[in-house]
């Protein structure tokens, strides 16, 4: 059997056709990643092209923010409210005049069935501003269903 020659060795062994090269199909995974890249140049250009979005999106993200740091404590002092309330009308404490109530004596379920009660109409009341552009909708809707 003739050896084989030193110029054949250095030969690849699949051939270099341009035309073959053009039919390889990227993995997957590179797909992925030039969508990736491709979709965060797009979001790049959308979010910092236009200063007016993100001051929009900024000055929406502090009043939700705000908003939702004031709902604690706000529930709080309704429920401080509630238990002096029933403190005072059903005089079981002696030293009420003392001071503030204990917050361990304001867990009885009648405080906190009160408590319950109130967050969730203030919730049912802050969600209407929001909900009434739809109201004229719903009725066109119901209209068309019947």
């Known amino acids: 059997m003739p050896s084989p020659a030193i110029d054949d060795e250095r030969q690849p062994l ?18 992925i990643w030039k969508w990736f890249i491709e979709g965060a140049a797009a979001l790049k250009e959308f979010l910092f092209g236009d200063p007016i979005l993100i001051c929009t999106f900024c000055l929406q993200f502090c009043t939700y923010f705000s908003k939702h740091m004031v709902e604690v404590p706000m529930i709080k002092l309704f429920e401080q409210a509630i238990c002096d309330r029933y403190y005072a009308a059903h005089g079981e404490l002696s030293n009420a005049s003392a001071g503030p ?4 004596l304001c867990k009885i379920p009648a405080i906190q069935n009160e408590l319950a009660g109130l967050v969730g109409w203030k919730f049912t009341f802050d969600a209407l501003p929001g909900n009434s552009p739809l109201w004229p909708s719903l009725g066109k809707l119901a209209q068309h269903c019947t």
């Open 14 to 31: 699949l051939p270099q056709d341009e035309d073959h090269l053009d039919e390889v199909e990227p993995s997957p995974a590179l797909k």
């Open 101 to 104: 109530i204990n917050e361990r």
